[in-house]
């Protein structure tokens, strides 16, 4: 269940207290109440602009030869390549990256494509409305 950070703590756990009310009869052993904060999943504009970049590096390639350290010319896929990083970077899931942390992977990508390239490689920057988009969080 996810609660707004306006909802008294009160209110919160008046809910849960019913909840627990309501199935008391039926558990045998207990529950398992999970607290965390929310995070915003990332957006469909952030899935397009990650495949704009993919797509960028990948032109990129085919223009200069330049590919990024340890890639193969095999790997110069847009499908490949979201993986490469994702190893490379450490993320074992951007599925599970919230909205900021998903922008700073792409940006990661980016930055190092620019620092191996020499400064070759054109940063590409998302439309007005993504960035509308992420500063509105």
């Not at 490949?80 to 942390?101: D, M």
Request: aromatic share 12%; hydrophobic share 40%; proline share 4%.
């Amino acid at each position: 269940m996810f609660f707004q950070n306006i909802v008294a703590t009160d209110s919160i756990s008046a809910w849960v207290a019913k909840q627990i009310d309501a199935t008391r009869g039926a558990v045998k052993y207990g529950w398992d109440v999970d607290v965390r904060p929310h995070k915003k999943p990332r957006t469909a504009a952030q899935n397009r602009y990650m495949m704009a970049v993919l797509t960028h590096i990948v032109q990129f390639y085919n223009d200069t030869g330049f590919m990024p350290v340890g890639c193969s010319a095999w790997a110069m896929r847009t499908d490949v390549l979201k993986e490469y990083w994702k190893s490379r970077f450490g993320v074992t899931s951007t599925a599970k990256l919230s909205t900021a942390e998903f922008g700073e992977f792409v940006d990661k990508i980016q930055g190092a494509m620019a620092m191996e390239s020499g400064g070759e490689y054109e940063i590409i920057t998302p439309p007005d409305e993504y960035m509308e988009m992420i500063n509105r969080g």
